[in-house]
């Protein structure tokens, strides 16, 4: 946020202090922001059209700035960001939703006239169903896990593939969140959400501890630590994730920690016979639209349904003699 110009800063601390955002969004809405900033000046030919992003200064962007923005300069900017960084379109849904709560909160705080991001439409979202590990390929999985830290990876495979956390929500988990079968975990928004462990879980968790380090640890409330006895990282989770997907002969290019909370909400869904609302409230979903992309079903469902039909064993009536 240091190479941000100020009032990026206050509207960043806004959304944080006020509208309660995750730091995770706040640091995208400030990489979005950036990268929009130093589209501007090539935009206005305010600095030359070959100079290298990263050069391009913007801390003296200021409110003179956002003058005369319209329409057309946010569609050059998706279109940009399209075509010359490769974003799909959840990224730059992500970059409309950033744009649009920037220019609100200008508005808001009366340094603009108008909000020429109203009109400002949301790229169409593919409607593909999400990749997921079927209830096979999610043992196979589990057995793949091995060597120093297994009780460890074993117990967060199973928190993913029981519960469908999310990253961070995982590597946040503090060892005085968890009560029984309670588990509090901070979801987005820093919004808590109470997740019920399953008895795999709970077993996971308990071989876990007997062998965790006690002695050196610098974060002592973090349930899952690093070699380095300190709260494991996101990237650690990410790479011992993609190590068992890879052992366990699955496609490291299909799976990955995300695609586990896809198959815990499937297998959920499919075999646990969990409604949909049940379904929002367990992922942690604002919107029942989101959850909605859960609930594919596979093609055995689909053809057991059409043959469960009381017609499906109907036959042709013969026609009568004359």
């Known amino acids: 946020m240091n190479n941000l110009p100020t009032i990026a800063i206050d509207f960043l601390s806004y959304m944080e202090t006020i509208r309660g955002k995750s730091k995770n969004t706040i640091v995208a809405y400030g990489y979005d922001l950036s990268l929009f900033f130093k589209f501007l000046k090539i935009r206005r030919n305010i600095v030359s059209s070959d100079m290298e992003l990263e050069n391009i200064p913007i801390t003296d962007i200021d409110i003179y700035y956002m003058q005369n923005i ?20 959840s990224a730059r849904a992500r970059k409309v939703a950033c744009l649009r709560s920037f220019f609100k909160y200008l508005h808001k ?24 590990l079927t209830l096979e390929e999610s043992r196979q999985l589990i057995a793949s896990i091995e060597g120093e830290y297994r009780e460890r990876d074993y117990a ?18 503090d060892i005085n969140r968890i009560s029984g079968d309670i588990l509090t975990v901070i979801g987005k928004g820093n ?36 070699e380095r006895k300190q709260r494991i990282s996101k990237r650690t989770i990410q790479y011992l994730v993609k190590k068992y997907i890879g052992i366990s002969e699955l496609d490291t290019d299909i799976y990955s920690t995300h695609k586990l909370r896809h198959t815990a909400a499937t297998l959920m869904y499919k075999y646990g016979k969990v409604d949909i609302r049940s379904l929002q409230q367990i992922l942690g979903h604002e919107n029942i639209s989101t959850t909605q992309i859960y609930t594919h079903l596979d093609e055995d469902i689909l053809r057991q349904a059409v043959k469960s039909n009381p017609l499906s064993n109907e036959t042709p009536q013969k026609p009568e003699a004359d």
């Open 70 to 89: 319209s329409l057309a300069d946010f569609y050059a900017f998706l279109s940009f960001v399209a075509n010359q960084r490769e974003n799909k379109n």
């Open 109 to 132: 705080m009366k340094m603009i006239e108008e909000n020429p991001a109203i009109g400002l439409e949301t790229p169409k979202l593919n409607s593909r169903h999400p990749a997921y």
């Open 156 to 173: 967060i495979i199973m928190l993913f593939l029981n519960c469908g956390l999310r990253l961070s929500e995982l590597v946040g988990i």
């Open 191 to 226: 919004k808590e959400r109470t997740v019920y462990l399953n008895q795999a879980c709970i077993d996971a968790i308990q071989r876990y501890l007997r062998v965790r380090p006690a002695d050196g640890v610098k974060d002592k409330q973090a349930l899952f630590l690093s």
